[in-house]
């Protein structure tokens, strides 16, 4: 079960950090990812962490957003900083099985960036 959290509305150049909270996810075959899907737009990538703690981002986060995982917690994080309104979206938690590629997913939290 994934269960994320932490949106809300920051204003433009603001910050937020969104969490999911993994149970029965065992960070050691699974790869994590944060995905987002905007108004009238596909589901796009944001951001993985794999065991190793290997990460990978879209393009049009670098530098602006951090993923990160607790393993004690059974937690992914989202850093996100310098938002912008086109980050906009309803972001999602994703579980990616590696031996299995079965595919979880939570429920999605809002973030909204508007002056």
């Known amino acids: 079960q994934l269960q994320a959290s932490g949106g809300g509305l920051v204003q433009p150049g603001g910050s937020l950090r969104l969490s999911c909270a993994a149970s029965?996810?065992?960070?050691?075959?699974?790869?994590m990812g944060w995905y987002r899907q905007a108004p009238g737009k596909q589901r796009e990538l944001v951001a993985t962490?794999?065991?190793?703690?290997?990460?990978n981002y879209a393009d049009s986060v670098k530098g602006r957003f951090t993923i990160s995982r607790d393993i004690a917690k059974n937690t992914v994080y989202l850093q996100m900083s310098s938002l912008k309104p086109e980050d906009t979206a309803v972001y999602s938690c994703?579980?990616?099985?590696?031996?299995?590629?079965?595919?979880?997913w939570g429920k999605g939290t809002l973030v909204t960036v508007s002056s």
């Open positions: 994703n579980a990616h099985n590696l031996p299995s590629a079965v595919n979880y």
């Open positions: 029965g996810i065992y960070f050691n075959v699974y790869a």
């Open positions: 962490i794999k065991p190793g703690d290997v990460t």
